[in-house]
C-alpha cells in the first residue's frame, strides 16, 4: 500500500516529494527558459527514440514518486472531460449524463468540457479519487511523459512542471541526459577531425 499523508504529517513510510510543492512553482519558473530552448532545439534534432528515453525517465521517477502524498495536479487543475468520459463516469455514479454535467462540469475558454471548481470534486481526504477506475482519460495520461510523439507535447509538459514534481524531474532528467549524449558525440567528432 502506498503512503498516505493527513494534513502535512509524513507517515512512517512516505517518501517526501522532490521537490516539494512549496518550491516547485520557483524551480520550473527558474527552469522555464533554458527548457523551452532546449525543446526547441530537439524539435530540430529529435532522436529516434525519443519517446523511449523519455517513457524510461517516467517510469523511474513514478517509481519513487508517491502520488498519493501529492494530488498537486487534482487540487489545481482540471482534466478535460471527453464525451465518452462523461458517458463512463455518470454511469458509475448512476447519474444523467446531463445530471452530472449540470452538476460537475462547466466549458473553458476553448469549449472544452472541465471541472466546475478546484479541488476535483472526486478527490477524497487521503488524496485518492474517488472515480479512480472510470476516471478522465486526460487523469490516466497526466503528467503525458508517458504517451507517443512525446515532441508533440513539449509545451504542455513546461506547463506541467510548475503543477507535477514527477514532470519537473523528468524534464530536468531528460535535459541532463540528451545534453550528455550530445556533448560526448561532439567530442568524439571533433576527436576523429
Ligand atoms: S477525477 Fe480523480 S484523478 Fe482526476 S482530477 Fe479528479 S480526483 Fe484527480
Ligand atoms: S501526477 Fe504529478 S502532480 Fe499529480 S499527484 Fe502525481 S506527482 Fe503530483
Known amino acids: 500500500m502506498q503512503a498516505l499523508k493527513y494534513d502535512n504529517v509524513f507517515l512512517p513510510n512516505m517518501k517526501p516529494l522532490k521537490p516539494s510543492l512549496e518550491e516547485l512553482p520557483k524551480l520550473a519558473r527558474d527552469k522555464s527558459k533554458e527548457s ?4 526547441k532545439m530537439l524539435k530540430r534534432r529529435t532522436p529516434k527514440n ?9 517510469d523511474a521517477e513514478f517509481e519513487k514518486t508517491d502520488c498519493l502524498s501529492c494530488a498537486n495536479c487534482c487540487k489545481t487543475t482540471s482534466p478535460m472531460f471527453t464525451h465518452v468520459d462523461i458517458k463512463r463516469i455518470s454511469k458509475h455514479l448512476r447519474m444523467k449524463e446531463m445530471q452530472f454535467i449540470d452538476k460537475y462540469l462547466n466549458n473553458d475558454e476553448d469549449d472544452f468540457m472541465v471541472l466546475k471548481e478546484m479541488p476535483c470534486a472526486f478527490l477524497d481526504s487521503d488524496n485518492s479519487c474517488f472515480i479512480y477506475d472510470v476516471r ?5 495520461e497526466y503528467p503525458h511523459t508517458n504517451r507517443r510523439k512525446f515532441i508533440q ?4 509538459t513546461v506547463n506541467n512542471t510548475s503543477v507535477c514534481p514527477a514532470a519537473y524531474n523528468i524534464v530536468e532528467n531528460l535535459k541532463e541526459t540528451l545534453l550528455n549524449k550530445l556533448d560526448k558525440k561532439g567530442k568524439s567528432q571533433r576527436k576523429r577531425s
Open 36 to 39: 523551452k530552448q532546449f525543446f
Open 50 to 58: 525519443l519517446d523511449y528515453i523519455v517513457s524510461d525517465l517516467h
Open 136 to 140: 478522465p482519460k486526460a487523469c490516466s
Open 153 to 156: 507535447l513539449t509545451e504542455l
